[in-house]
Structure formats: C-alpha cells, structure tokens
C-alpha cells in the first residue's frame, strides 16, 4: 500500500529500464493516474502508447528523461490527458485479463475501486 501513496503524491512516474517483460509497476502507476514516462522494451509497447498514455524515452538518456519532465511539468494540462489516457489503458486491460485485474484490486486502497 505505501507505493500507492507514493503515487498519489508524484506527478510523474520514470521508468528507464533496459530490459522488461512489462513491468506491473506501470500497471500500477497507471490505475493511481499517474504519468509515465518511460523506455519502450520488452513488452511495454504492446500496451503503452507513446505520446497518449506515457511519454517515450530511448534507453540510457538522461537528457532525454531530464526535458521530458521538463517539458510535461511545464503543461499540467498536457499530463492530465497523459493520466487520464494511462488510466483507460490499464481498465482496458485489466477487463481483457481478469487475473491481472485480481492481482491489481487486491492491492489497491478500497476508495480506488
């Protein structure tokens, strides 16, 4: 529960990962309405959609993560279409996998639901 309210605190999210399968910690982000900037690996875009519901960084660049926060804390509503968009994809999928949905409902404070 504390990451929770930890996204609920964060504006952004930043993953730079270099290698994933797709990381529940998106899923997670996701459903807290929280923007995601991130690396596309693994099989994040399969479900992530650069520029509607995350922000796309190629790997090992800092400067590339340091002027996308730039840029989005610069445009609150720009990151609100950004959270609202993440939060269709991730009710999109959670209706498509109930499993995930389970795991995902199980963790999440009551008031979410």
Known sequence: MALY??????????????????????YEAMIKST???TTFVG????????GVDCIE????????IADAVE???ADRPRMQE????AMRTVLGVLDRHPTHLDAVV????EQVC
Not at 43 to 50: L, N
Not at 82 to 85: G, H, K, R, S, V
Not at 106 to 109: D, K, N, S, T, V
């Open 35 to 37: 923007v995601i900037i």
């Open 43 to 50: 099989g994040i875009p399969g479900v992530m959609r650069a």
């Open 71 to 73: 840029s989005l804390t």
């Open 106 to 109: 199980q963790r999440i404070p």
């Open 57 to 64: 960084i190629p790997c090992k660049n800092s400067t590339a």
């Open 5 to 26: 309210a930890e996204f609920e605190k964060a504006d952004l999210f930043v993953l730079p990962t270099h290698h994933e399968g797709f990381p529940r910690v998106l």
């Open 82 to 85: 950004l959270a609202a968009a």
